[in-house]
């Protein structure tokens, strides 16, 4: 009622943009716009709007004032909550930059490891372990320190000696050095020390033997135990099969797109949405992280995944309109009252700048 009335009272409310009623009008309706689900609703700003509508009623007696400070209230809240989003969107964005990290450097270190054992080809038992515990220590090293360090380099040479000395014939003796410097590595990442010294005797002897523990042993006891980094993530996807016309031009258009962008996904049979944000995307791991406007994270999608529901329809980008929404809603109301009278539909001069 209170909008009614400045409306019938102020003929301004109709061509002034910045009404303060037209202001606090389209604050509240643009706050719930983007509520498609009970999940995007925010309760603290919710509050903060029944609070705000209840006062105008009640204190509202022809005083523009009343909706000014309404407006301010509202906007005071969104810079709250916004500053809030901000900080959880950045946690989510560090941890998901750390997880690329991680990925990143296990995959490098996958990679030395393999190049060693088709160079040198170790015994079997040997190559399960480099690719198992060994592995941890790259990893944590190029987490650590960086690729173009000297403990990378040298990380790199100790598991060249490894491979050299595993792939002679059994017979010979550890070699004390060698397994020192293998135990010591393995302590860094968590190996206890019993499980530490059995396997940098294997590590460091000819043929990769030793009399103390078994294979079967030593297997289960690196089974039963968590690698670095291992969030049960790493179960071996198959290859997406290629993308047709409609995809790879989704595929493309995402590349481009910058942080930020709002997409609506389809969530049912029914066809509700569900409104989330591109936060950020590995341009290395293909990964996309989705926040909602809370900055809580929502979802991570692969830019391949994410190419084939825009393709279905399943997803879409939202354009992104700058004219408020009260706004946009007179206009076209105008519009339809100009067509139904007959008159031409001029440029939108209905308001002053």
Same mark, same amino acid.
């Not at 202001?23 to 029944?50: F, I």
């Not at 014939?169 to 302590?187: H, K, T």
């Not at 590590?203 to 006891?221: I, K, N, Q, V």
């Given at each position: 009622?209170p909008?009614v !009335? ?7 409310? =109709?061509? *002034?943009?910045?009404? /303060? ?11 719930? &716009?983007a509520?498609l ?5 925010? /309760?603290?700003l ?17 005083? @523009? ?7 301010q ?10 500053? #809030?989003?901000?900080i959880a969107?950045? !946690?989510?964005?560090e &941890? ?10 296990? +995959? ?13 080809? /170790? /015994?079997? =038992?040997?190559?399960?372990?480099? $690719? ?6 790259l ?7 960086g ?7 040298? $990380? ?11 792939? $002679?014939g059994?017979?010979?003796?550890s070699?004390? +050095? ?14 206890h020390?019993?499980e ?5 005797? !294997?590590l460091?002897?000819?043929?990769g033997?030793?009399?103390l523990t078994?294979?079967? @042993? ?23 099969a290629?993308r ?8 493309? !258009? ?15 049979q029914?066809? +509700? ?5 591109l ?8 990964r ?8 809580h #994270?929502a &979802? ?14 399943q ?10 929404l ?11 009252? *100009? ?12 308001? +002053?700048?």
């Amino acid at each position: 009622m209170p909008l009614v !009335r400045a409306a019938l009272q102020d003929s301004a409310f =109709f061509v *002034r943009s910045q009404h /303060p009623a037209r202001e606090l009008l389209n604050a509240v309706a643009e706050s719930g &716009a983007a509520w498609l689900s009970e999940e995007d609703t925010d /309760p603290q700003l919710l509050l903060k709007l029944n609070q705000t509508v209840d006062r105008v009623v009640e204190e509202y007696e022809g005083d @523009e004032q009343v909706f000014e400070q309404a407006h301010q209230d509202i906007q005071a809240q969104y810079r709250t909550l916004a500053h #809030k989003a901000e900080i959880a969107e950045r !946690r989510h964005i560090e &941890a998901a930059r750390g997880k690329e990290r991680l990925e990143v450097a296990k +995959d490098l270190a996958s990679a030395t490891l393999e190049a060693l054992c088709r160079t040198w080809q /170790p /015994p079997k =038992f040997v190559q399960a372990l480099l $690719r198992q515990a060994w592995s941890d220590v790259l990893t944590l090293t190029l987490l650590r320190q960086g690729e173009d360090s000297d403990a990378w380099r040298e $990380r790199r040479q100790l598991s060249q000696c490894i491979a050299e000395t595993t792939c $002679r014939g059994g017979g010979g003796g550890s070699d004390p +050095d060698l397994a020192g410097e293998v135990r010591s590595a393995l302590l860094q990442v968590g190996y206890h020390q019993d499980e530490a010294e059995a396997i940098a005797r !294997r590590l460091s002897t000819p043929g990769g033997d030793d009399a103390l523990t078994s294979r079967t @042993e030593l297997s289960a006891r690196l089974k039963a135990r968590t690698r670095l980094g291992d969030q049960g993530e790493d179960v071996e996807r198959p290859l997406p099969a290629p993308r047709n016309a409609t995809e790879q031009a989704a595929y493309t !258009r995402l590349r481009g797109l910058p942080f930020g962008t709002w997409f609506e996904f389809v969530t049912n049979q029914q066809g +509700d949405l569900k409104r989330q944000r591109l936060s950020w995307y590995s341009p290395i791991t293909e990964r996309a992280l989705f926040v909602n406007q809370r900055g809580h #994270k929502a &979802a991570e999608y692969s830019l391949d995944a994410l190419s084939r529901l825009l393709a279905q329809g399943q997803a879409r980008i939202v354009s992104e309109d700058r004219a408020r929404l009260i706004d946009r809603a007179w206009h076209a109301t105008v519009r339809a009252l *100009r067509t139904l009278a007959g008159a031409p539909a001029p440029a939108d001069t209905l308001e +002053d700048a």
